[in-house]
T-cell receptor, first 111, second 112 residues
Framework: QQQVKQSPQSLIVQKGGIPIINCAYE??????FPWYQQFPGKGPALLIA?????SEKKEGRFTISFNKSAKQFSLHIMDSQPGDSATYFC??????????FGKGTRLHILP | DAGVTQSPTHLIKTRGQHVTLRCSPI?????VSWYQQVLGQGPQFIFQ???????GRGNFPDRFSARQFPNYSSELNVNALLLGDSALYLC???????????FGEGSRLTVL
């Protein structure tokens, strides 16, 4: 119940394409859903986050779509660039504590 | 402003040894959390401290312990190291709980 399932494991997209990363959860007590971006040799950095009372949130080229009834959420990256190549983690927590991470998606944007 | 700093950045230990990892949070941040990231996996929560009190503990054995000092820096200690403890240990700080986590670059531990 504490898991966050993330797919795909890896993704290759042409520059300008829209990579989509999907996540699912079981615990309905989760109330905070962040996405983190991690470059090699660095720690994860918060990219964007959403709460379950909102169905969509956009920040720049990054959009989270949230489906509370299906217990699923996804990250879309518009106009993807080679600099977006990184590992992306979805996560969930209760009140921001003890964040549970998915296993990650390695994204590669082809130039 | 300095971000979260961790030391050492890399270390190699042998099975059965003990290790201490250190973390300095962002100035003004009172909460520190520790995560373990095994290669190819997402970070796993180990501990959270706020105002020097343990606020949460993940599913890790008692060989793992931590503490937070009056200046809000923190140490993670792991006793009786096992090969499976080889991982990147990440420290994150936040100004409040709950609050946005800011991660350091981690301490890469290799157990031989």
């Amino acid at each position: 119940q504490q898991q966050v399932k993330q797919s795909p494991q890896s993704l290759i997209v042409q520059k300008g394409g829209i990579p989509i990363i999907n996540c699912a959860y079981e615990n309905t007590a989760f109330d905070y859903f962040p996405w983190y971006q991690q470059f090699p040799g660095k720690g994860p950095a918060l990219l964007i986050a959403i709460r379950p009372d909102v169905s969509e949130k956009k920040e720049g080229r990054f959009t989270i779509s949230f489906n509370k009834s299906a217990k699923q959420f996804s990250l879309h990256i518009m106009d993807s660039q080679p600099g977006d190549s990184a590992t992306y983690f979805c996560a969930a927590s209760i009140e921001g504590d003890k964040i549970i991470f998915g296993k990650g998606t390695r994204l590669h944007i082809l130039p | 402003d300095a971000g979260v700093t961790q030391s050492p950045t890399h270390l190699i230990k042998t099975r059965g040894q003990h290790v201490t990892l250190r973390c300095s949070p962002i100035s003004g941040h009172k909460s520190v959390s520790w995560y373990q990231q095994v290669l190819g996996q997402g970070p796993q929560f180990i501990f959270q401290y706020y105002e020097k009190e343990e606020r949460g503990r993940g599913n890790f054995p008692d060989r793992f312990s931590a503490r937070q000092f009056p200046n809000y820096s923190s140490e993670l200690n792991v006793n009786a190291l096992l090969l499976g403890d080889s991982a990147l240990y990440l420290c994150a700080s936040s100004a409040r709980v709950p609050g946005e986590l800011f991660f350091g670059e981690g301490s890469r531990l290799t157990v031989l």
